[in-house]
């Protein structure tokens, strides 16, 4: 799911500029397309992101090395599967896609598998890959990823007289939240909010409770949810989480009275201007919680020529490959060499590159399709027990059955 500032999960940049410009020196893909065709298309959600931008020069960079020419077209519908789906035999040569959507196009026959364009994926850091691999084919391949983390203001802590090194767990966060309150400050501030992005937010809580997403009426993951319940209902998290986007928790979090506050990898650059500093969210009886990958993937529908492909799949190569598309777009690299490089060129990035090799996609364990129909009842469910609609067990337990009835 894509998060700018205002509320999409992926694209903003926690790589700097700087770095940025360094990735476009050049894209090591060379191959000339069997098509006799040098003009290609791409599709991307980036309206925010000009011809100036980094992401523009990347894509301007593998034109130039694969001496064809590149058409970007940059969408502002949010609806990449409808802009897609309706597309009516004129698909772009590349699509960038969220994550999650990948299933629900592949499953519509609109991409190719890595088996009918020949890409390479061996490289690929195998838990950011498997967002795009269903029944053990790969339709498409991430640019790079992004997740989330638990910030913290150490003045607050300090004040409140915690050491961070003392949240372990559920238990101990909820402990440092008390202080903290009891202190005169506030707890902790996410995003609820009933879409995508509530779902996003909630993941890491509810894997690291143990849960599942093909049961969402566990033991588990009523343990998760009545720990975000209690934090509302004792005060060490604001009703406002309930409409939260992950943005207005941001700027929530940007006042310095709270302590903590769960969000992305792309506020690093905000919280490193702030004085603020990131853990991972801690699972229910210590480690960490694998929290969610975002970012999108570069998909190659399908073509009636299929000489096509060999070039799409350059182009592929270029953006994916190192750190060229990753650092553009804000994203932690995809491969390990990638990873390796934006290390290199900013050790700040260490934690979010952890972070992300901790990370688990949403459409995980095979759900495919399923994933978007399971998470609508998820954030629902979360809506539901947070307003005091109903408990969290009976709001987890009619998600499951609604769940299990539009799955049928």
């Not at 809580?205 to 343990?223: C, K, M, P, R, Y």
């Amino acid at each position: 799911m894509a998060i700018q500032h205002r509320a999409r999960v992926f694209g903003a940049a926690i790589i700097t500029v700087g770095v940025a410009a360094a990735a476009l020196t050049g894209c090591s893909t060379s191959g000339e397309s069997s098509s006799a065709s040098t003009e290609f298309t791409l599709w991307d959600p980036y309206p925010d992101r000009d011809a100036e931008s980094t992401w523009a020069k990347a894509i301007d960079a593998c034109a130039a090395d694969l001496d064809i020419t590149i058409e970007r077209n940059a969408g502002n519908t949010g609806d990449t599967v409808k802009d897609l789906t309706t597309a009516a035999g004129n698909l772009p040569d590349v699509a960038m896609v969220d994550n999650p959507k990948v299933s629900t196009l592949a499953d519509a026959g609109l991409l190719t598998t890595t088996d009918d364009n020949g890409f390479d994926v061996s490289n690929i850091e195998a838990n950011i890959l498997s967002a795009g691999e269903i029944d053990g084919k790969v339709y498409g391949v991430p640019v790079g990823a992004n997740t989330l983390g638990l910030y913290y203001n150490p003045t607050v802590l300090e004040a409140a007289g915690v050491d961070i090194a003392s949240v372990t767990d559920y238990a101990s966060l909820t402990a440092a939240l008390e202080k903290v309150v009891a202190s005169g400050k506030k707890g902790i501030t996410f995003s609820a909010v009933g879409t995508e992005e509530g779902s996003f937010q909630f993941l890491p809580w509810f894997w690291g409770a143990g849960a599942d997403l093909t049961e969402l009426d566990s033991a588990q993951a009523e343990s998760a949810l009545q720990l975000w319940t209690d934090w509302l209902n004792n005060g060490l998290a604001p009703n406002s989480v309930i409409s939260n986007t992950q943005g207005t928790s941001w700027d929530e979090f940007m006042t310095g009275e709270y302590a903590f506050a769960e969000n992305g990898s792309w506020f690093k650059s905000a919280a490193d201007e702030a004085g603020y500093l990131s853990v991972q969210i801690p699972g229910i009886d210590g480690g960490v919680a694998p929290a969610p990958t975002g970012g999108e993937f570069i998909t190659i529908p399908v073509q009636k020529d299929t000489s096509r492909y060999e070039t799409s799949a350059a182009i592929v190569e270029c953006l994916s490959s190192g750190d060229t598309g990753a650092t553009a777009l804000g994203y932690v690299a995809p491969t390990a060499d990638g990873q390796a490089a934006q290390l290199a060129a900013d050790s700040s990035l260490e934690f979010w590159i952890g972070a992300v090799g901790d990370a688990k996609p949403r459409t995980a364990d095979n759900l495919g399709i399923s994933y978007g129909v399971i998470s609508e009842q998820l954030y629902t469910a979360v809506q539901n027990a947070l307003s005091g609609a109903a408990s969290p067990a009976d709001a987890l337990a009619e998600a499951q059955a609604a769940a299990a009835d539009k799955l049928k």
